[in-house]
């Protein structure tokens, strides 16, 4: 709950300003006090009539006349906040943060805070993946302002691709997980989790049996530490939990770039059952039975996106767990895997039929680390997940 928290909410102007309507409700109903800006081009997309109808209070606009600062000047304004959003943050607004610009309020008031700052991005696909923006990106993570998004989707401008807004709830998870009381609170984690769905065709992939019942536990588990959870699931049979930011993707291609998006994170637990192959050239129609014979399916290996983020020589996560279904010879096969991979801990478990793990309710896992193996006893995976998330912690934070 956002009980009394003030959040001042900028709204950039892109097509994604609508949502930032529905977000004002949602963070309203959870208790929350929003103060809004409109930059001159978001007036474009939103009237500051239905922002301040939504918001119950004032909107502070570009056009910031004299009555405005004999009200409120706009270093009292810019700091008045518990958290300052920016939804959307266009790339030009980034673009003036990452650069020190402050020519209009918006950009002024946020290079006057000393209250932190989220950003939700919104933008073309081309323009997000150009090498400014990411540059941009890249320089505001390293001064500590956090982001949630963007999605992979359908864009306004009928592109497909990165640089969609996050919806509102996502944004309310991570403004949660802002203000959530624990250890974990202003760190930043990946979660991967799930299958992953490789296809053959347009109706048919490969997959494996992930629920992704232990990746949705330790994501929960992480976020109720107070931890910004980013949580990238491949088509699981459970719902993401609440208060994170979910990705979902089908493929393990798709879930690489996602990993690569959500960079940089505090730390990295990869819980995903990623695909080591994929069909090599999937047809982009159905296949079809012939009488000249079966199809032959040719594999490819897929990206391993543990190895990659391990092996990071810029910007590694500071650590980075990985997990091993194995079946026999657990704790040698897993030693082996964590030295191979390069993360820095193995949660090891036997997902042998007979254990009934694998779908199950509970777990029993080994883990890995430079100190050697570690035997906790069967318990649920939730149990797991606590434990293990209490472990990430201690280890983030001492
Ligand atoms: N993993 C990954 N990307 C892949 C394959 C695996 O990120 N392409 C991650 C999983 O999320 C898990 C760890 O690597 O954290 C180990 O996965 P596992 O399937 O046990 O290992 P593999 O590398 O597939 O090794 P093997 O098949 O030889 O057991």
């Known amino acids: 709950m956002l009980a009394s928290k003030r959040i001042l909410l900028i709204i950039g102007g892109g097509i994604a300003a609508y949502k930032s309507l529905d977000l004002i409700r949602r963070l309203r109903e959870r208790g929350a006090e929003v103060t809004a800006v409109l930059t001159k081009a978001a007036e474009e997309f939103v009237t500051p009539l239905s922002v301040s109808a939504l918001a119950g209070t004032k909107v502070y606009r ?31 607004l980034m673009g003036k943060m990452a650069s020190g610009l402050a020519n209009d309020l918006a950009s002024t008031l946020l290079m006057a805070t000393d209250t932190p700052v989220l950003l939700a991005p919104a933008m073309n696909v081309r323009m997000w993946e150009h090498a400014a923006t990411q540059r941009n990106r890249a320089t505001l993570a390293a001064d500590g302002i956090a982001f949630v998004g963007p999605n992979d989707g359908d864009m306004a401008c009928g592109e497909y691709g990165p640089g969609r807004m996050s919806e509102p709830l996502e944004i309310v998870a991570a403004v949660e997980a802002h203000f959530a009381d624990g250890p974990l609170q202003g760190k930043r984690i990946l979660v991967t989790s799930g299958p992953t769905h490789e296809p053959i065709d347009p109706v048919r992939y490969i997959a494996n049996r992930s629920s992704g019942a232990q990746g949705t536990a330790v994501a929960r588990a992480l976020a109720s530490l107070g931890a910004h959870v980013v949580f990238v699931t491949g088509p699981a ?17 798709e879930m690489a770039d996602a990993v690569q998006a959500a960079l940089p994170v505090d730390a990295g637990v990869f819980a995903a059952a990623v695909a080591d192959w994929r069909v090599a050239s999937a047809s982009d129609r159905k296949l079809k039975k012939s009488k000249d014979g079966l199809p032959v399916l040719e594999f490819a290996e897929n990206p391993d996106i543990l190895k990659t983020v391990s092996r990071m020589e810029q910007g590694r996560p500071g650590l980075v767990v990985g997990f091993a279904a194995e079946t026999n010879d657990v704790i040698e096969n897993a030693t082996a895997k964590r030295l191979r991979k390069g993360c820095d801990w193995i949660v090891a478990n036997d997902v042998s039929p007979a254990t009934g793990i694998m779908g199950g309710a509970e777990n029993a896992v080994i883990l890995i680390s430079d100190t050697g193996a570690e035997e906790w006893p069967r318990m649920s995976k939730s149990d797991v997940a606590t434990q293990l998330a209490e472990r990430i912690a201690a280890k983030l934070v001492g």
């Open 62 to 92: 570009d056009l910031f006349d004299l009555t405005d600062e004999a009200e409120m000047g706009h270093i009292q304004l810019s700091r008045s906040a518990d958290l300052v959003v920016v939804a959307p943050a266009t790339a030009d």
């Open 237 to 253: 049979d459970v719902p993401p939990p609440d208060g994170v930011e979910v990705v979902a993707v089908q493929s393990a291609r």
